[in-house]
């Protein structure tokens, strides 16, 4: 169920906080003070076998976009403190999309050093700051997000920083490869299709519940990112200290694809493949590269 409306508060959930504070914009949006009345969802259920490195009983899947980004983001920060004060497991797959858009930094970046902040404020991009880690991204139309919220009980796998990129990225990387063959994991939590990135992902662990999210670029406006972010100072090496519009790329995948490959990363039947599901729900284009040459 898809859904875009504005953030309203209700006392169904856990009360929470928006850890994501405009910088140098005026008129910045009230804290979060409460979860939105969310739509009706669904468990899905996941098979016993191959469920390698985490098992999963049963995942939350909430299709939900609100109409700010800053609300967004703390609805990301809502969904892990229900998890964290759950007595019972509560795990989550949320697919969202902001319809504006917005420069997102990491819990420790330092505006000044990654953003174009003249740029922002003259075109009114809020600047907005996430809980998770990693450096500054943008976000739009254009740019599916994906958040998970995983349980960190009897889950060795999710419990050390690198070993968690690990383990959902590759899984999730195994899934677009059915569609994209040139999909791998590089650097420390990118995606990419040869030496072009398309996702980066960042996470925020609490005691008992990790927070992992991630960009899927798929019909973004490359040239904004370069009009709107400095180069990092922290580069993976495979970036070659390229730009912007040198080193991103778009997955040539719709996005209602993509958001079947994110459900059957995590709760596809078993022994059907990515191709075949896609099929099955009907799916479009099963060939979305065609065509398309990737860097290298």
């Known amino acids: 169920m898809r859904t875009s409306h504005s953030l309203r508060t209700g006392a169904d959930m856990p009360e929470g906080r928006a850890e994501a504070v405009p910088v140098g914009v005026k008129n910045q949006p009230r804290p979060y003070q409460g979860a939105p009345c969310l739509p009706p969802y669904f468990h899905v ?38 998890a964290e004060r759950a007595e019972a497991v509560v795990e989550t ?13 990491g819990h420790s970046s330092v505006a000044s050093q ?5 740029f922002c404020r003259a075109q009114a991009i809020p600047v ?25 009980a009897g889950q060795p796998p999710l419990q050390v920083v690198r070993r968690a990129h690990h383990a959902v990225l590759g899984r999730l990387a195994a899934a677009l490869r059915q569609l994209v063959p040139e999909v791998q994991c590089r650097g420390t939590s990118d995606l990419a299709c040869g030496d072009l ?25 490359l040239d904004l990112i370069e009009e709107c972010l400095l180069p990092p100072r922290r580069q993976p090496e495979y970036r070659r200290s390229r730009p912007h ?12 694809t993509l958001r079947q490959v994110l459900c059957w990363a995590w709760q596809g039947p078993s022994g ?3 191709l075949a599901a896609c099929c099955r729900k009907g799916g479009q284009n099963v060939s979305p590269t065609a065509g398309y040459s990737f860097g290298g």
């Open 93 to 105: 797959l949320r697919v969202w999309e902001s319809p504006q858009w917005a420069v997102v930094l």
């Open 245 to 256: 519009r040198q080193f991103l790329m778009n997955l040539p995948v719709p996005a209602d």
């Open 128 to 152: 907005l700051r996430r809980t998770s880690g990693g450096a500054a991204v943008m976000i739009g139309p254009g740019c599916l997000m994906y958040s998970l919220v995983l349980s960190l």
């Open 114 to 118: 990654e953003v174009r902040l003249g």
């Open 45 to 82: 259920p996941s098979s016993k076998a191959g469920r390698s490195p985490w098992t999963v009983l049963s995942m939350r899947y909430l299709d939900v976009s609100l109409d700010n980004p800053a609300d967004n983001l703390a609805l990301d920060q809502a969904l892990l403190d229900e």
């Open 272 to 274: 059907e493949s990515m």
């Open 197 to 221: 990135k398309f996702s980066g992902n960042s996470l925020r662990a609490r005691r008992k519940a990790l927070l992992y999210h991630g960009t899927i670029l798929y019909r973004f406006r």
